[in-house]
C-alpha cells in the first residue's frame, strides 16, 4: 500500500527553483490546491526576491471543532519551533486564507543539505499547521500525560466540513474516524477495504502496530457527538495509540498517518475503482473479439449465396427444357 508524502511536491519544487535563482528578479505567482481542499498560494515581487510568500487555506472546519484565530490550537507555536527566524507570520493573512508566513530565502543555511532538509519542512506547513494538536496530545502520551488544557473529547478537522475525533487519557489516545463516501461504489469498496485493513492487524509482522477496529454502528467514544458528526456511511474505524507508538521519530509518522488517513483510504479505493474499471475493459475488449472472429466472412458468404442461386436457376432451365 502507498502512504501519502508529508511534504508538498509542487511546493519544495518551486522552492528549490527559487532557491538555485535567487539572484534572478523573477516574480512569482503560483496557486494550487491538494487533496483535501488544502489550497496554496505563492508570491515573489521582482523588487524582493529573497522574499517569498506562502499563503494556506485549510479546510472549512465543521461546528464542533475549535479554532484559534483561524487555525488549529497549538499552530502558532509549531510554525515557531519547526521553521525559527526564517519564517515571519503574517497577521492578518492574505485574504481567504488562514495563514501567510514570510520567508526570508536569504536565511537559509548555507550547507547544501541542512538547506534541503528545511526547505522539505517548509514544503511540509500543511503538517505542521494541521497536525499541531495532534502533536501536542501525542506528545504528552509519550510522557504518560494529559495535556491540562485539552477537553476529554477532541475533534480535529481533516476534510471540509468533516472531522476525526481524540479521547485523550494518560495510557492511551483513542481515535475515532467517521468514514464518510459521496458515490455508492466508493461506499461498497471502502467498506471492504476496511474491514480487510482491520484483519490485517492480525498477521503476526503487525503485532506492534496499534489496534485497529471497523464498526458500522458508532463507538462509545463518541457518546455525546452531535448527529451530523456521528453520520458515515461506510462505518467507524477506531485506533488505539499507545506510548510506544510515538516514541523519538516515530511521532511524525504517526501525527502523518492518522492525519491523512480518510485520504489514504480514498486513494487506495480509487486506485480499486480504477484498477477494476481496466479489468473490465480489457474483458470486453476480449469478448468483443472472439465474437468478431465467430463471424462468418461476409464475402465469402455473399459469394456463397449467389452460386447457390445460379444453380437453382440451372436446374429449374433444365427442367423447363426438358418437358418442353
Known amino acids: 500500500m502507498i502512504l501519502l508524502q508529508s511534504h508538498s511536491r509542487f511546493l519544495l519544487q518551486t522552492l528549490l527553483n527559487r532557491v538555485q535563482n535567487l539572484e534572478k528578479a523573477i516574480e512569482l505567482d503560483h496557486h494550487w490546491v491538494e487533496f483535501d481542499d488544502v489550497r496554496y498560494h505563492v508570491q515573489v515581487s521582482v523588487k524582493n526576491p529573497h522574499i517569498l510568500q506562502l499563503s494556506l487555506s485549510l479546510p472549512t472546519p465543521p461546528l464542533e471543532t475549535v479554532f484559534v484565530g483561524g487555525l488549529p490550537f497549538g499552530a502558532i507555536e509549531a510554525i515557531k519551533a519547526a521553521y525559527g527566524v526564517i519564517v515571519q507570520i ?80 494518560a495510557e492511551k489516545v483513542t481515535v475515532v474516524f467517521p468514514m464518510r463516501f459521496k458515490d455508492s461504489i466508493d461506499i461498497v469498496l471502502a467498506t471492504s477495504f476496511l474491514q480487510e485493513f482491520m484483519e490485517s492487524r492480525r498477521t503476526a509482522g503487525l503485532s506492534n502496530a496499534p489496534p485497529c477496529l471497523w464498526s ?30 510515538v516514541e523519538g521519530k516515530k511521532l ?11 485520504a489514504y483510504v480514498n486513494y ?44 437453382r436457376l440451372s436446374l429449374k432451365d433444365s427442367r423447363t427444357n426438358s418437358s418442353s
Do not use: Y
Open 268 to 311: 487506495h479505493v480509487k486506485c480499486s475503482e480504477g484498477f477494476m474499471h481496466s479489468r473490465m475493459r480489457r474483458r470486453v475488449e476480449s469478448l468483443i473479439q472472439a465474437l468478431n472472429c465467430a463471424k462468418p466472412d461476409q464475402e465469402k458468404t455473399k459469394k456463397t449465396s449467389q452460386t447457390r442461386s445460379l444453380k
Open 90 to 169: 503574517l497577521d492578518p493573512p492574505r485574504d481567504g486564507f488562514n495563514l501567510t508566513l514570510k520567508l526570508n530565502l536569504s536565511k537559509l543555511p548555507q550547507d547544501e543539505e541542512n538547506r534541503h532538509t528545511l526547505l522539505v519542512k517548509i514544503a511540509s506547513v500543511r503538517e505542521v499547521v494541521l497536525g499541531a494538536p495532534l502533536r501536542v496530545i501525542l506528545k504528552h502520551l509519550a510522557s504518560r500525560t494529559v495535556a491540562p488544557d485539552i477537553n476529554q473529547f477532541v475533534a480535529l478537522v481533516h476534510r471540509p466540513n468533516e472531522s476525526f475525533f481524540l479521547v485523550p487519557q
Open 216 to 245: 458500522q454502528s458508532p463507538p462509545l467514544e463518541l457518546k455525546g457527538a452531535t448527529d451530523d458528526a456521528l453520520s458515515a456511511n461506510a462505518g467507524f474505524v477506531t485506533f488505539v495509540i499507545f506510548p510506544r507508538h
Open 252 to 262: 511524525d509518522r504517526t501525527v502523518w498517518n492518522l492525519s491523512t488517513f480518510h
